[in-house]
Nanobody, 115 residues
Framework: QVQLVQSGGGLVQPGGSLRLSCAPSGSIFSINSMYWYRQAPGKERELVAGITSGGTTSYADSVKDRFTISRDHAKKTVYLQMNSLKPEDTAVYYC?????????WGQGTRVTVSS
């Protein structure tokens, strides 16, 4: 069974940067779109960013102009570059890949923004 493997989380000071990666452990076919979600303590999971197969991106207002989502078609990997991080960005981040047949979720990676 294919799993999504995430990496790149950790502890960073306010104003710092982190890059998250998400890659499948096996083959995934007919990928339509890729997303990053996050869930902060005591809050519901929210959509952070998305990218379509054609490369069109979308962002939550709270991260616009600070986060950038990108994808590597050959590696079927999705990235989230996070700049100018704020304490309110602290959350567990999850990647999500939607294919024609199946939706996949990553295991989550914790991002903590604190001085």
């Amino acid at each position: 069974q294919v799993q999504l493997v995430q990496s790149g989380g950790g502890l960073v000071q306010p104003g710092g940067s982190l890059r998250l990666s998400c890659a499948p452990s096996g083959s995934i076919f007919s990928i339509n779109s890729m997303y990053w979600y996050r869930q902060a303590p005591g809050k519901e999971r929210e959509l952070v960013a998305g990218i379509t197969s054609g490369g069109t991106t979308s962002y939550a207002d709270s991260v616009k102009d600070r986060f950038t989502i990108s994808r590597d078609h050959a590696k079927k990997t999705v990235y989230l570059q996070m700049n100018s991080l704020k304490p309110e960005d602290t959350a567990v981040y999850y990647c999500n890949i939607k294919s024609t047949y199946i939706t996949y979720w990553g295991q989550g990676t914790r991002v903590t923004v604190s001085s």
